[in-house]
């Protein structure tokens, strides 16, 4: 007897944690069909993160972490500290690009980010950084604010239900009196339905621009949140924002150039044919157009798009908390987190894939070098050929070559991997840039 009882305690011993296993997995399996719990009534007026963090606390406590800064090899920003004035109550900001890259403002003369151009921050930050931003200097419209602060509600205020009138009455409004009715820099409503928390778009100007492009394509009357795939929503959350646009007409209405596709090319003709430019440069006289941020059109163009990867793939990788499968809201560069990021897909050491993802950008950077450097060498001369007595037939084509050339190098400035979106693509925009820039000075010197 004395025999059996170790047995009879072995026995007791594995059935004990056999049934513990049985609750545990139980219990993973409820919690995966409750992926999230309701605390607290979420409406499509709710526009306050807090709120939707006491039913998503994951996903809110990393949306929370977007205040950090933190560097990759080229880009985002560590804090740099201020003095606070009454005009600008910022303590920290991110470091101004315009000191060592003297060509961008150059590029950039007479127009209002020849004033202030910095390096990146991360979301939390997207709205009181262009509050105080040094381009305010310059009247702006109310359409600005489209990207940099959670409108949803903002605009069914304004429009008394209705999200389009909203956004149609608050983008002519001068910047302030438009700024006066938002609170929230992006939020939760701005790509999740709040009863599904299905992802939707909420951006008119991504609505319109994506029936014009899928029309482009052969895919008539295309309605962004009844057609669109989880995949390509996947993108589309991040696109109504991260892209090329311009304020159409004297109801500054946002604006895609898609008509004719989303290369650089398409778009250069599309602002040509409108007759559009933003400014005209201070030292030469050119139309200009300037770039804003087409992450989404350069991904279109690459490898990682043309795989079936999404945009939130990298920068919002999945992670597992307890049985649920969570997408990260810590949104930011893949290269602060290549495990998470990359290595899903790419089986190879993380610090080979570093090295690689940064060797690219380095050839980048470098391009793009090269392309400011003959900008501004084909500023210089039409500076001094203007001062010389040139014939406008001659200063005119001139100017033609600059506005390509300071649109192609600026697109792929302002979009914010590095070249890493579309690497190759990236450099052939650069080629061209700096092409452009070389037919301007030939012209001038046959002059």
Known sequence: MRKQLPLILVGVAIAFAGALLLVNIVEKKQEAQNPFFRVTEITDMTDDPAIWGQNFPYQYDSYLRTVDME??????????????????????????????MPALRRMWLGYAFSKDFREDRGHAFMLEDQLFTGRQDVPQPGTCLNCHASMVVPWMKAGDGDLVAGYEALNPMPYAEAASEVEHPISCIDCHNPETMELQVTRPGFMEGIKVLKASQGELDFEVNRDATHLEMRSYVCGQCHVEYYFKGEEKRLTFPWDKGVTVDSMYAYYNEAGFKDWTHAETGAPMIKAQHPEFEL?????????????????????????????????????????????????????????????????????????????????????????????EATLDEARQWQRKASFYVDFVEAENSTGFHADQEAARILA???DASRQGQLVLAKR
């Open 71 to 100: 560097r990759t090899k080229h880009g985002g920003s560590e804090a740099e500290y201020r003095e606070p004035t009454e005009d600008d109550p910022r303590e920290f900001t991110s470091p101004t690009k315009l000191d060592h």
């Open 432 to 434: 061209e840039s700096i």
């Open 299 to 391: 991904f279109s163009q690459g490898t990682h798009f043309s795989a079936g990867v999404s945009c939130a793939d990298c920068h919002m990788p999945y992670k597992r908390v307890g049985a649920q499968k969570v997408s990260d809201h810590h949104v930011r560069s893949p290269l602060l987190d290549v495990a998470a990021s990359c290595q899903t897909c790419h089986r190879e050491d993380e610090t080979a894939l570093l090295a690689r993802a940064e060797n690219i950008q380095d050839r980048h950077a470098r391009l793009r070098d090269m392309a400011l450097t003959s900008l501004v060498d084909l500023i210089d001369d039409l500076k001094g050929a203007i001062e010389a007595g040139a014939d």
